[in-house]
Every structure is written in structure tokens, then in C-alpha cells.
T-cell receptor, first 118, second 118 residues
Framework: AQKVTQAQTEISVVEKEDVTLDCVYE???????LFWYKQPPSGELVFLIR??????QNEISGRYSWNFQKSTSSFNFTITASQVVDSAVYFC???????????????FGTGTLLAVQP | DAGVIQSPRHEVTEMGQEVTLRCKPI?????LFWYRQTMMRGLELLIY????????DSGMPEDRFSAKMPNASFSTLKIQPSEPRDSAVYFC????????????????FGQGTRLTVV
């Protein structure tokens, strides 16, 4: 069975601190996709990144970076120099892939609430 | 691009009433998903369509729930009769099929419909 675990329920940091959000996944598939979504207080879900299981390269986008390690089944998300606008719930998600086509359906973790204090 | 459009944004109804949630996916997206978000269960997939055809409805909680996609630009999720435990935020999302044999792409979410059944 596929599963995504975000053990950190809530994290509180002071502005400009670095923070890492953990994500551990379980799947029997050899091909799969991992995602991070942000849900700000306004409620919408905003796509941040997609990574496939063949690509273990870390990615950096501005203050955001992602560390994908298949050996530990983890896909962690780091925000450098956090800002108040980063305050949100962050979801990690897993999507299965099947030969001949993708399903695109997402299995979400329970989310981590990040509060960045000024 | 207007993004995924959901209506209404908020719905308050009495137990036993029929509720219809509406979704317009992003033009050109072949996949459409309905997710439900609650405090107890987090984000869970209810049903998804590919090219207007329901592919997996295993997440639909019971017969009171039904979803349709009469054309590529419109989908509905209906609850009849509604119950207080149906209170949740319902998200619609859409995505493209991706490329390659294992192609998978990110889903773009609407703003959600906050349903309250009293």
C-alpha cells in the first residue's frame, strides 16, 4: 500500500530561520512521483514541485530546496531564510505510475503547519 | 488562464437536502479529480475522470455521493441526502496526461467549496 508520512504536525520558527519539513513515503512501485503543495490560510492548494523516482537530483528554487533520497524513502523540503508569507500548511504527496499511462491521483500526507513569526 | 473554477465557494445546507458542487477544469486537461479535506481524514481522493470517463470511484464514501462529467469543461459532485458528517472542503483538480510511458503531471486545484451541513 502507498502511504505518505509527515511526522511534524506543527513547526514554529522566527523569521529568517531555516526550516526543514520532513516527508517519508512508502510504495512498492519502482516508478512513482512525489509532490509538494502549499496551502496558505486562504485555503487553496498551490503546487510547488514534482519529482519522479528516476531523478534523485536535489532541486533549488529561490529560497526553496528539496532533498530526494530513495535510500531512505524521503523527500524533504527546506525553506531558507523563512518569511512570514511562508506560513501555511505544506503537504507532501505521492502518485503512482503504471506502464502505459499515469493515474495522476495523489495520496497526501497529513500536512505540516508552518508558522513563521516576525 | 483562469485556473480550475469551483462553485459555490461556500455552501450551508440543512441535513437531508441535496447539494451540488460544480467544477470547471483548466481547458485542455484530460484528468479531473474530486478531493475532500477534513480535519479527521485529511485530503482524500473521492473520484477521478479521464477524458470524461470515471476511472476510479473507490473513494466515494457511499451511495449518497455521485459525480458526473458530461463534457470536458464541466463536472458535478452531488450529495443526496446530505448529512452533517459530509461537512468538509471539497476540492476539484485537473491535470494533463503527461508525456512518455510513465508520464505523470501535477494537478492544479480550484479554490475549494466549503460545505457545512447543519
Amino acid at each position: 500500500a502507498q502511504k505518505v508520512t509527515q511526522a511534524q504536525t506543527e513547526i514554529s520558527v522566527v523569521e529568517k530561520e531555516d526550516v526543514t519539513l520532513d516527508c517519508v513515503y512508502e510504495t512498492r512501485d519502482t516508478t512513482y512521483y512525489l509532490f509538494w503543495y502549499k496551502q496558505p490560510p486562504s485555503g487553496e492548494l498551490v503546487f510547488l514541485i514534482r519529482r519522479n523516482s528516476f531523478d534523485e537530483q536535489n532541486e533549488i528554487s529561490g529560497r526553496y530546496s528539496w532533498n530526494f533520497q530513495k535510500s531512505t524513502s524521503s523527500f524533504n523540503f527546506t525553506i531558507t531564510a523563512s518569511q512570514v508569507v511562508d506560513s501555511a500548511v505544506y503537504f507532501c504527496a505521492l502518485s503512482e505510475a503504471r506502464y502505459g499511462g499515469a493515474t495522476n491521483k495523489l495520496i497526501f500526507g497529513t500536512g505540516t503547519l508552518l508558522a513563521v513569526q516576525p | 488562464d483562469a485556473g480550475v473554477i469551483q462553485s459555490p465557494r461556500h455552501e450551508v445546507t440543512e441535513m437531508g437536502q441535496e447539494v451540488t458542487l460544480r467544477c470547471k477544469p483548466i481547458s485542455g486537461h484530460d484528468y479531473l479529480f474530486w478531493y475532500r479535506q477534513t480535519m479527521m481524514r485529511g485530503l482524500e481522493l473521492l473520484i477521478y475522470f479521464n477524458n470524461n470517463v470515471p476511472i476510479d470511484d473507490s473513494g466515494m464514501p457511499e451511495d449518497r455521493f455521485s459525480a458526473k462529467m458530461p463534457n470536458a469543461s464541466f463536472s458535478t459532485l452531488k450529495i443526496q441526502p446530505s448529512e452533517p458528517r459530509d461537512s468538509a472542503v471539497y476540492f476539484c483538480a485537473s491535470s494533463t496526461p503527461g508525456t512518455g510511458i510513465y508520464g505523470n503531471t501535477e494537478a492544479f486545484f480550484g479554490q475549494g467549496t466549503r460545505l457545512t451541513v447543519v
